[in-house]
């Protein structure tokens, strides 16, 4: 059960770049939650998946030379979702289509992928760690920070660029 948690039920072993198949997993729940009317469970998920990466990671790294196996994909499943958080919660609070608001799905996942990718700062401390709870950590902040750059991105394009149009 473990490994099922670990591998996002297996996506971890998607070929090639299966932290981009995790996360385009991650993406594409959270949008079919949001349009089916449950938006909630974006944030719901992110917590919950947070706390099975924390259980699962440690235990199936266990005894492992390698401390950051390619196929555990929950920690950019958390990260993705927490980034999701920030544009899927102003979006229902709006009654606004996630479809429609296209930006509001991708800009998260492509600055994830980025953060995740390019290990700035706090992101590339945490992968450091090299031990599970930085595995989890690193995709933690990357989604923070790209949670946080869609916000400013989207308030650029909203308060100066669309009225200019």
Excluded at 86 to 114: C, E, N
Excluded at 116 to 136: E, H, N, Q, S
Aim: proline share 6%; with cysteine; glycine share 10%.
């Amino acid at each position: 059960m473990m490994k099922v948690i670990a591998t996002f039920g297996f996506v971890g072993h998607l070929r090639p770049a299966p932290g981009t198949w995790g996360s385009a997993a991650a993406v594409v729940l959270a949008v079919a939650a949001y349009e089916l009317g449950a938006w909630w469970l974006v944030p719901a998920g992110f917590v919950l998946a947070t706390l099975a990466g924390f259980i699962a990671v440690p235990r199936v790294i266990a005894g492992s030379a390698n401390k950051d196996p390619s196929e555990i994909v929950i920690d950019e499943v958390t990260g993705q979702w927490l980034a999701m958080c920030f544009t899927v919660i102003p979006l229902a609070r709006h009654g606004v289509s996630i479809l429609d608001a296209w930006p509001a799905w991708l800009a998260p996942f492509l600055l994830f992928r980025l953060f995740d990718i390019w290990k700035p700062w706090l992101v590339g401390r945490a992968d450091r760690r090299g031990d599970a709870a930085g595995v989890m950590l690193d995709d933690l902040w990357a989604g923070l920070f790209a949670g946080i750059v869609s916000m400013i991105l989207a308030g650029v394009y909203h308060g100066v660029v669309e009225p200019m149009l």
